[in-house]
């Protein structure tokens, strides 16, 4: 059945103020050549938007160019105003924006944990008030608000959950007191983050996809067939309370301790830090913990020990022994580590900075030695030393082929040594070599950072194994503050843990908008209902 004419009239203005949203502005010609429309058609919607006040002429396309065929149409901007409302357990980020969603003005408001209900709630919305009225905003039309929590789905209320303020479940109720006529809509801010993701961020490309959110807390979001999934409860990706093994117990109905949340939240992730010997800030929040890891990851970025791809667990590329290398010892109880020959090992997940050796042949001219890409190791040698074990041993190279490696001193070849690869001496006489690296400091402080990323992959990739066993999304998304400064590097472990984990094919990337996206999450979702209601038509309104 065909649709009627004002059916017709409808879906060709929604499509064509979609395309000035989209494309910015545009003239008739480029209306007519992007919707398909005919010429007499285009010229009919340009003359009805802008009688309703929706578009103007905004400019002309060319300098030289004069005339109707040249005008340029743009939405009318300033016809309404939007805010979107970051919540955290700490307080508020505020910005405010036109109807295009361009950044008017911008805030942020600590609110400390001991604040009262009454007065919290006064603070952040005399931010939202202050925001607007410096944005040059008259009036709000809509308002979106992330926050931490569940989100009832039938009233779109945030639900009373353990831990978080009592003042954000307030917040949008005296936000429609003081508002009045502004729609004020609540979402979780893990699916705000996934939807600026889609839209904007590591996920354009994806239909299907799991956005893990990796900073204060963790947490996760669903999107299936470009749909965001909330769940029977408005609960669907509450994987801080998921149970999961290395914990101290089990998580309850109103504290995630002991869940997912245990491993992977800021607070573990300080403590693992701690652990491996790496300084954490005093403030173990969402950006404290992406501090840590942005300066773990700075570390084996410096000692060239970078994954490409999922290549084992964060090994340096094939061929090459990075600086911060931990062991070359026969297995040293390595998970996956396979003897090549007494006192070498080869590994999948040999330890941070060591290469993964892939191409191991026979017969690299010496009695049952290996050649590891190019790389000639002795199966007969005693005495090969660990890197970074005690110099007691190593130091005084008292026996045949000793070595001391404190994180593999660049091309040290000394009388009477041979070398067996870039940066690595292997003696050949009692006495004869001793490598050791100028910068053994730092070469240790390599090291340690190494292997606290090998141990935040694990944690995480037990959290989104149980994810993928699930739903099978073909892509993990690591969001937060920690996701985004985790880049590729930690991407790639876990990505690769995964792949051992499970049979299912997941490709894991790192947020391009990181702690970010929660409030363009917001935003976007202020945008989108306020054009709903503005361009809907008028028997609609």
């Not at 009627?4 to 203005?13: E, F, K, L, Q």
């Not at 936000?175 to 961020?201: F, K, M, S, W, Y």
């Not at 190019?374 to 008292?398: F, L, Y």
Request: with cysteine; glycine share 14%.
């Amino acid at each position: 059945m065909p649709a009627s004419p004002s059916t017709a009239r409808a879906i060709n203005d929604r499509l064509a103020l979609r395309l000035l949203q989209q494309e910015g502005p545009l003239t008739a010609g480029q209306l007519k050549q992007l919707t398909g429309l005919s010429r007499p058609t285009v010229a009919d919607l340009v003359e009805r938007l802008t009688a309703a006040g929706l578009i103007t002429v905004v400019g002309e396309s060319g300098e030289q160019r004069r005339g109707p065929n040249a005008r340029l149409y743009g939405i009318v901007a300033d016809r309404a105003h939007l805010a979107a409302l970051d919540v955290r357990t700490g307080g508020v980020v505020v910005l405010v924006s036109d109807l295009v969603g361009r950044v008017l003005a911008e805030a942020s408001v600590p609110i400390g944990g001991d604040t009262g209900t009454g007065p919290a709630v006064e603070q952040a919305v005399a931010a939202v008030e202050r925001t607007a009225k410096e944005a040059g905003a008259d009036r709000l039309h809509t308002v979106g608000i992330g926050a931490p929590g569940l989100i009832d789905p039938a009233t779109g209320d945030l639900r009373d959950s353990g831990g978080l303020p009592a003042w954000h479940r307030s917040l949008a109720t005296a936000l429609h007191d003081r508002l009045p006529g502004a729609r004020v809509t609540v979402e979780n801010e893990t699916n705000l983050a996934a939807l600026a993701e889609q839209r904007e961020g590591a996920a354009r490309d994806r239909d299907t996809f799991v956005l893990l959110w990796l900073g204060h807390g963790v947490g996760a979001a669903v999107v299936l067939d470009g749909t965001l999934r909330r769940g029977a409860s408005g609960g669907t990706g509450e994987i801080g309370f998921l149970p999961v093994p290395g914990t101290a117990s089990l998580p309850s109905a109103r504290d995630c301790d002991g869940g997912f949340h245990s491993l992977a939240g800021a607070s573990a992730i300080g403590a693992l830090a701690a652990e491996h010997g790496l300084p954490i800030p005093p403030a173990m929040d969402g950006p404290g913990a992406a501090a840590v890891v942005e300066r773990a990851v700075g570390e084996t970025e410096n000692a060239g020990a970078v994954p490409s791809g999922a290549v084992a667990s964060g090994a340096a590329r094939a061929g090459a022994v990075a600086m911060g290398a931990e062991a070359v010892a026969a297995g040293a109880g390595m998970p996956g580590a396979e003897v090549v020959a007494p006192g070498v090992a080869r590994a999948e997940v040999v330890a941070p900075g060591v290469a993964r050796a892939e191409a191991v042949d026979l017969g690299a001219g010496t009695p049952g030695g290996k050649h590891v890409e190019g790389v000639a190791w002795r199966g007969v040698t005693p005495g090969v030393a660990r890197a970074g074990e005690a110099a007691s041993d190593a130091d005084r190279a008292e026996t045949p082929g000793a070595l001391r490696s404190e994180g593999v001193a660049p091309a040290v070849a000394t009388p009477g040594s041979e070398a067996v690869a870039p940066g690595v001496a292997r003696a050949g006489t009692p006495g004869a070599a001793r490598a050791v690296a100028p910068g053994a400091a730092r070469a240790d402080g390599q090291r340690r950072a190494g292997a606290f990323l090998h141990a935040l992959a694990d944690r995480i990739a037990v959290g989104a194994a149980s994810v993928v066993a699930v739903l099978d999304p073909g892509c993990v998304v690591l969001g937060g503050e920690v996701g985004q400064v985790g880049g590729p590097v930690l991407a790639g472990l876990v990505e690769d843990r995964l792949s051992r984990m499970s049979p299912l094919v997941t490709e894991v990337r790192a947020s391009t908008l990181g702690g970010a996206a929660v409030l363009r999450g917001a935003l976007l979702t202020a945008r989108d209902r306020a054009q709903d209601d503005l361009f809907a038509p008028p028997d609609r309104t």
